[in-house]
């Protein structure tokens, strides 16, 4: 099994050559869209890369879970009930969702995924 350093430095150079940005950019607390320039056509790319990779697969769902914001039950006025983010707790247990939960609009799910989350679904997928 890959140690967190060569997960680290391999998910690096897939988001290096995916979003064309320069390697000391990649931080393990870097955010994919706004630190980094990401956007939704990327997060699939960059899916595929760690895919080939690491000769793994991963579901969107397991980055953003999507299901999730359609529920009634879990959304209301665009945002995330106390429900619905304990189920994106538990989907996402490596995220920090401090700064969402402040304002848990569904729009800026994409904005919180850190290389870190990236880092934590290819070592649960590894295990």
């Known amino acids: 099994m890959a140690t967190k350093e060569e997960i680290l430095a391999a ?9 064309a ?14 630190d980094l320039g990401a956007e939704s056509i990327d997060l699939l790319e960059i899916v595929f890369n760690l895919e080939k990779a690491f ?15 359609s529920n009634a039950e879990y959304v ?25 939960k402040q304002n848990p609009m569904v729009q800026n799910i994409a904005k919180i995924l850190t290389v ?7 070592e649960q997928k590894l295990a």
Do not use: H, Q, W, Y
């Open 116 to 122: 870190a989350d990236l880092c934590g679904v290819v």
């Open 76 to 100: 209301v006025d665009g945002k995330l009930t106390p429900a619905g983010l304990a189920i994106l707790e538990e989907r996402l247990p490596n995220a920090n969702l401090d700064a969402f």
């Open 21 to 34: 940005v320069d390697e000391e950019e990649v931080t393990m607390e870097a955010t994919l869209v706004d």
């Open 11 to 19: 998910v690096s150079e897939v988001l290096v050559d995916s979003l």
């Open 55 to 69: 000769d793994i697969k991963i579901d969107r769902s397991e980055l953003i879970p999507e299901d999730l914001f």
